[in-house]
């Protein structure tokens, strides 16, 4: 995997891209077993499923979706119920094994949940 040169402006942001290198260069999503990629800004959490042979988003899902916006936001419940939503879209694609990506985040808070949630909605990693 080549590396990517990235402007970052904080340490914090620095740490996170190391530690999110470093795992990236160990797992890679197929159309089987997809990577479920996690970003999570200061409001919102974003989740896709991606093939990263073809280098295809095969399902997405963020608290920016209009049944979403208005009720949870990027809260732990709202992690929560993103994690239901990506775990059902994904089952109705027939993909019920994924590669969890949490990019280089720490798996507490937001990200755990967000796992939890997928797993309880019937994703396997």
């Known amino acids: 995997?080549?590396?990517?040169?990235?402007?970052v402006t904080s340490q914090k942001q620095v740490?996170?891209?190391?530690?999110?290198l470093r795992i990236r260069s160990r797992i890679e999503g197929s159309l089987?077993?997809?990577r479920l990629s996690v970003f999570r800004s200061n409001r919102?959490?974003?989740?896709?499923?991606?093939d990263d042979i073809k280098g295809h988003t095969l399902v997405a899902a963020s608290s920016l979706e209009e049944e979403l916006k208005d009720?949870?936001?990027?809260?732990?419940?709202?992690?929560?119920?993103?994690?239901?939503?990506?775990a059902k879209r994904a089952?109705?694609?027939n993909?019920?094994?994924?590669?969890?990506?949490?990019s280089g985040y720490l798996y507490h808070g937001r990200?755990?949940?967000?796992?939890?949630?997928?797993?309880?909605?019937?994703l396997k990693f």
Do not use: C
Request: proline share 2%.
């Open 91 to 93: 089952l109705a694609k």
């Open 44 to 50: 919102h959490i974003y989740v896709q499923l991606v």
């Open 15 to 20: 740490v996170r891209f190391k530690r999110k």
């Open 71 to 86: 009720k949870v936001g990027g809260t732990i419940d709202g992690a929560k119920t993103l994690g239901n939503l990506v």
């Open 111 to 122: 990200v755990k949940a967000l796992a939890d949630a997928a797993r309880e909605g019937g």
């Open 95 to 102: 993909i019920s094994q994924v590669v969890f990506d949490r």
């Open 1 to 7: 995997m080549a590396t990517k040169v990235r402007r």
């Open 32 to 34: 089987e077993r997809p």
